[in-house]
């Protein structure tokens, strides 16, 4: 974990310092903490009677973010969200974030800050302790690798695998937002050209900017679904609808009936799509990074979870229903049709 | 952790097909991974009254590896090393592997296959298991960033902040070899040249390209010296000695007496220097990623020490002396003067 020292001699980031800086920034005081950064590896307690939780997410410039339509910092919090999500769809509580950094010769001490600081205001909120990282120059371009440790109470880890026939499927939140807000991103940055006559909103606007560069990941929904048992499987929307219900399937060796009218689109989305000709529902099943969860239940927990939800202010929308394999991913139009939901993105479907 | 679907649009490379393929392929049954790859995160039972040891490390193309000069497999062969190296320099076992990998257009199924083929290879002697990753496209060369868990016995972890003033310094194997099998193969595929009266014998040759290409984590030697608690603070040799002992005294706040005339040099690493005119202290004390450890511990533990790693056929060997901060780290020549150590690679030193 010794950040190599090949990046003095490439970068203008005196590297050591700067994670010292970054060391004194960050500091939390975590009693499980044995040994944060500036060791050859991280040391933490174990508890007894627990089980961790591990997942990496990798970024790259020019496939998952673009200077011209997000600062660091945006970059930063949208890469701890992914990893957070990542725990949050296994109903765990995030502990350590390890962070690896490849800077391109144009990175300077300013972006790696401002990385850093949006990182860890994403993690804040839920006491994750930054314990260690690389860094390194990189030839061509940013990469960003991060490494969320977690935990969560034995047996009662939410896994893809849990669906059953009969089973209702449920999201939480709003989809489609964050793609539109990447959308409209790109065309502000020319990018992309909207259509002459499209006009939106600036508070529609706003927020669903705000969805793709600051989107939430759903601990506490997650870890309310984890601690009741509710839940017989969950994952993340960071696929897209559509991809992760697929994978949903595949891992519980279920088929589904995606209920396409009932998908919770927000008014800014709606209005968007209109505002592009778009079909709303196309946007919301191919486009990722909501990170909202999606979920399934026994229908005899229905009443129950739809009551202690209200209760939690959680917003929650059933939008399917878990079927036998050999009937595969069908999805009902408004119309009341089935047709076999579509694997890829962006594809017209209503 | 879900990989990201952007790879399919970008790669012909089938992404989720090929996850499932590495799943088989590396599958190991280990009772404590409660769900390896196919979820939103890994999960692991805790083990109580253990330590955790963390660690992450990121390679990019161009800067850590060139695949003129490197397969695919020793690509993943030596990734893996600098991980296993630095729960190594802790006194720990490695148990569990997630692997991030950012694919260039150009990359192929079989790159990624050989990759993990050389990385598995380097975790095979260890029992370490795959336990997740990410896989996405990227715009611009290869992206690797790997983290492994390991563990180890409270209060046993070898830190870096341990060395007091009087302590021994020494180092496991030769030093030196890889930076000598990285220009022999720089040399090779004409990305320098060497001086027209260069030659080296095959077998010379062939130690110091796999010194380079398939270096060698010094686990048992990290164990030993942390079950018996020999050693006072540890560290791999990574970023070359040189900047290597200047972490532990930084960690530990004391200086050192480097005694240059006894570092170990293998006779292919003099054999080389010889035949290129170059100084082999310089090219030992700059060169990184020889993956040996340098430790201290205190004299009265040296004969004791030296007796059990005969025994136990450990290469050790006293490089210097662990002296108070204020003396700085100085390097102790041949005829006895002493100097500043340089802290810049390959500087003339003798």
Chains 1, 2 share one sequence.
């Not at 839920?126 to 109470?153: C, P, Q, R």
């Not at 009662?156 to 939480?172: F, P």
Request: proline share 5%.
């Amino acid at each position: 974990m010794t950040p190599t020292a090949r990046l003095k001699s490439r970068s203008p980031i005196h590297e050591f310092d700067l994670i010292r800086t970054l060391q004194q920034r960050h500091r939390r005081t975590d009693p499980s903490v044995i040994r944060g950064i500036g060791d050859d590896a991280a040391v933490v307690t174990s508890q007894a009677r627990r089980w961790s939780l591990l997942t990496t997410d990798l970024l790259t410039e020019g496939i998952h973010f673009d200077l011209r339509t997000a600062t660091m910092a945006d970059i930063g919090f949208r890469a701890a969200v992914a990893n957070l999500s990542d725990i949050a769809a296994m109903g765990g509580t995030p502990q350590y974030l390890l962070v690896s950094l490849a800077i391109p010769r144009t990175g300077t001490r300013q972006h790696v800050l401002q990385f850093y600081k949006g990182m860890m205001t994403a993690c804040r909120p839920y006491h994750v302790t930054l314990i260690g990282g690389d860094t390194s120059a990189s030839a061509n371009g940013w990469f960003i690798g991060l490494t969320l440790v977690g935990t969560t109470t034995p047996h009662k880890a939410l896994l893809r695998s849990g669906a059953r026939a009969g089973d209702l499927l449920y999201l939480t939140g709003t989809i489609g937002d964050a793609e539109a807000g990447l959308r409209l991103l790109n065309e502000q940055f020319g990018k992309t050209r909207p259509p002459h006559t499209a006009k939106l909103s600036a508070r529609y606007r706003q927020f669903l900017v705000k969805r793709h560069l600051r989107p939430t990941a759903r601990l506490a929904e997650g870890q309310w679904l984890s601690a009741h048992r509710f839940a017989t499987s969950a994952i993340d929307v960071s696929d897209g609808l559509s991809g992760d219900l697929r994978h949903i399937c595949q891992e519980s060796h279920v088929g589904a009936d995606l209920d396409v009218g009932s998908l919770p689109l927000s008014l800014a989305c709606r209005a968007y799509a209109a505002s592009r000709r778009l079909d709303p529902v196309a946007l919301a099943l191919a486009g990722g990074e909501d990170y909202e969860l999606l979920f399934t239940l026994s229908p005899r927990h229905r009443s129950e979870v739809e009551r202690a939800a209200k209760l939690r202010q959680f917003c929650i929308t059933c939008i399917g229903t878990i079927r036998p394999a050999q009937q595969g991913i069908q999805a009902i139009g408004q119309d009341g049709t089935k047709r076999p939901l579509p694997n890829s993105s962006y594809q017209h479907f209503r």
